[in-house]
C-alpha cells in the first residue's frame, strides 16, 4: 500500500536547522510532484516547497532562501533543509505527492522552533 513517512521533525532553536525526511513506498515515486506542506494550530495547511518529476522547485515566499527542497529517486525520499529556522516556521509538517489526480499524505512530523 501507499506510504508516507516523515522523520526529523524536533525542537530547534531559532537560527538553527533542521533536516525533513519523507520516504514513500507503494507507488512510482519518480513520476510523482512532491511537496512539503505545513500546518500551525489554529491556522490552514499552507504549501511550503514543491519539487516536480523533472526536479524543478517551488517555495513559497516565506521560505525563499531558508529552505530547500531535493529529492532522491533512488531513495524514493524527499527532502526539506531547512535553515535560519524562525518560531512562526514551527507546525506540523505534511509531505505530500501528486500525479493527475491521485494525492497521497504522510502523517506529519511535528517541528518546533522556540529558545
Known amino acids: 500500500q501507499v506510504q508516507l513517512v516523515e522523520s526529523g521533525g524536533g525542537l530547534a532553536q531559532p537560527g538553527g536547522s533542521l533536516r525533513l525526511s519523507c520516504a514513500a513506498s507503494?507507488?512510482?515515486?519518480?513520476?510523482?510532484?512532491m511537496s512539503w506542506y505545513r500546518q500551525a494550530p489554529g491556522k490552514q495547511r499552507e504549501l511550503v516547497a514543491a519539487?516536480?518529476?523533472?526536479?524543478?522547485?517551488y517555495y513559497a515566499d516565506f521560505v525563499k532562501g531558508r529552505f530547500t527542497i531535493s529529492r532522491d529517486n533512488a531513495k524514493n525520499t524527499v527532502y526539506l533543509q531547512m535553515n535560519s529556522l524562525k518560531p512562526e516556521d514551527t507546525a506540523v509538517y505534511y509531505c505530500?505527492?501528486?500525479?493527475?489526480?491521485?494525492?497521497?499524505w504522510g502523517q506529519g512530523t511535528q517541528v518546533t522552533v522556540s529558545s
Open positions: 505530500n505527492a501528486k500525479w493527475t489526480t491521485l494525492i497521497y
Open positions: 507503494g507507488f512510482t515515486f519518480s513520476m510523482y510532484a
Open positions: 519539487v516536480t518529476s523533472d526536479s524543478s522547485t
